[in-house]
């Protein structure tokens, strides 16, 4: 097992095989899992582990991040989604990660952001 990010979590919905991972500062940090199963991601909490089973076509839906880590993984799932979805809460971004939508945006992804 190693150190669970929710980021990691995203990517590991497109990987072949089952990963199991383990947060070990902040055990109740899977506030993403519920909305990457509404994706259609094989994804499951057990206290502070994480099992993802991949690779997962993801699917576009309407889906809400509670925080920073949350949104980020929300939006990387997004990128190997298929259709067109929303993401509630992306204002969180701008707290760490400001030029990752713009830097997205440059590199190819279609994305439109609405004021919440």
């Given amino acids: 097992m190693h150190r669970r990010t929710a980021?990691?979590?995203?990517?590991?919905?497109q990987a072949p095989g089952v990963s199991r991972i383990e947060e070990?500062?902040?055990t109740a940090r899977d506030s993403h899992v519920r909305p990457?199963?509404?994706?259609?991601?094989?994804?499951?909490?057990d206290g502070p582990a994480i099992t993802v089973h991949g690779p997962s076509?993801?699917?576009?839906?309407?889906?809400?991040?509670?925080?920073?880590?949350?949104?980020?993984?929300?939006?990387?799932?997004a990128l190997a989604a298929e259709?067109?979805?929303?993401?509630?809460?992306?204002y969180h971004l701008q707290r760490g990660y400001?030029?990752?939508?713009?830097?997205?945006?440059?590199?190819?992804?279609?994305?439109?952001?609405v004021q919440e």
């Fill in 57 to 77: 076509r993801l699917t576009a839906t309407r889906v809400a991040g509670q925080d920073i880590r949350a949104v980020a993984a929300l939006l990387i799932a």
């Fill in 24 to 26: 070990r500062i902040y």
């Fill in 98 to 113: 400001g030029t990752l939508l713009p830097t997205l945006s440059a590199l190819g992804a279609e994305l439109e952001v």
């Fill in 7 to 13: 980021a990691a979590d995203a990517f590991l919905t």
């Fill in 83 to 90: 259709g067109v979805l929303t993401i509630e809460g992306i």
């Fill in 36 to 45: 990457l199963r509404d994706f259609s991601a094989s994804v499951t909490s």
